[in-house]
């Protein structure tokens, strides 16, 4: 590791040049169970925060080697957030325009980020779900010639870079002991196609475990989406309830994640209910200082079920995604309050100065 004070070696000559290259933090035994380590690879180490700024330098890097971007154009996409604010970030720094299309059940400080990084936010109504933001993004593209949709669901380029940078990242830091295990859920199946690819052909004893939500365990029902053309799924998947793990499983199985099942990546499918999933990214802020959302407590959540009834020795890698701060107005923060609980009442009486009348 190296030490505070040595500095990084190089200066970036943009910000997406910092994208990647995320570190593995170990979790602690207040939460991983004895015997067994996990390592976290702490994704909100990004310059915006989640995993969906690979995808983004990915897919806009990808379009530009199309030759099919001039400056001044418009990206697109359909997206629960973190890729909206990603794609956002990536056309500032290269000087694209960025629509974004976003249910409006997603939390709003998402909405606001992409603002501040000068995307228009087009909000859909909620009853149309993930579906709805889509049919939207592709009926803007279809009217306007200068506006590419990105394709996050479809686009070869997410899981291809996953293979490239995620999968090796891993790979490399856990050189010199046994990597028994790698956990990750699925928003796009991005991170789990190309980072799997990677690890089951560097680290072929490797277990592959994907997490699914309860209620929307879409991979495990066994049934696929039927797709268009294009790759974009043409019905909803009927084993498809709402729950409350964001950036995980929308109500189809997108096709950068079906084109990754033929490979029999995974050994084991865990089904994680979105209540265990908010409460462990509680315990993860709170024991460990580890702030992410509930998709990173949904998969460390699964670690640990993992650990339970693996060997003693096990070494497991779990994705982080992103951080707990894209959460603030979802049930993540439901009993934080903003004004003082008793405790600090007390805390703030105990001596004169400055009380507040609350
Ligand atoms: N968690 C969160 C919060 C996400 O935004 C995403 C991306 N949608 C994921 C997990 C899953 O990543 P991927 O798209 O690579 O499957």
């Not at 290269?94 to 000068?118: N, Q």
């Not at 050189?175 to 089951?200: L, N, P």
């Not at 903003?338 to 009380?355: C, F, G, H, R, V």
Request: proline share 6%; aromatic share 6%; with cysteine.
């Amino acid at each position: 590791m190296k030490k505070r004070g040595e500095g990084f070696g190089y200066i970036a000559n943009n910000i997406t040049e910092l994208v990647g290259n995320t570190p593995m933090v170990k979790i602690s035994d207040k939460i991983c169970p004895p015997g067994r380590t996990i390592y976290a690879k702490c994704e909100y180490f990004n310059p915006l925060s989640s995993v969906k700024d690979r995808l983004a330098v990915a897919i806009v890097e990808d379009l530009e080697k199309q030759g099919k971007l001039k400056p001044g154009d418009t990206l697109v996409e359909a997206t629960s957030g973190n890729t909206g604010i990603a794609i956002a970030m990536v056309a500032a720094q290269r000087g694209y325009k960025c629509v974004i299309t976003m249910a409006e059940s997603f939390s709003i400080e998402r909405r606001k980020v992409m603002r501040m990084l000068g995307a228009k936010v087009i909000v859909t109504p909620k009853g149309l779900m993930a579906k709805g933001m889509v049919d939207k993004a592709i009926e803007l593209c279809e009217k306007n010639p200068s506006w590419h949709l990105c394709h996050q669901f479809e686009s070869e380029a997410n899981w291809k870079f996953h293979e490239l940078t995620t999968g090796p990242e891993i790979v490399n830091d856990l050189k010199g002991q046994d990597f028994t295990h790698w956990v990750t859920g699925t928003g796009t199946g991005g991170t789990y196609h190309g980072a799997g690819k990677y690890i089951k052909e560097h680290s072929p004893h490797t277990k592959i475990i994907m997490v699914e939500p309860e209620g929307a365990a879409l991979v495990a029902s066994g049934i696929s989406t039927p797709y268009n053309e294009d790759g974009t799924p043409s019905e909803d998947h009927p084993a498809w309830n709402p729950h409350p793990i964001q950036g995980w499983t929308p109500n189809f199985i997108p096709k950068v994640l079906e084109d990754g099942l033929p490979l029999d990546l995974h050994d084991e499918i865990v089904i994680c209910p979105g209540s265990e999933g908010i409460k462990m990214a509680q315990a993860l802020a709170r024991n460990e200082g580890i702030f992410t959302g509930v998709s990173g407590g949904a998969t460390v959540w699964g670690s640990v079920q993992v650990a339970k009834d693996a060997p003693e020795g096990s070494v497991i890698v779990t994705m982080i995604p992103d951080t707990a701060e894209r959460y603030l107005s979802t049930p993540l923060f439901e009993n934080i309050s903003a004004d003082m609980d008793e405790e600090e009442m007390a805390i703030a009486k105990s001596t004169p100065s400055a009380i507040l009348d609350q």
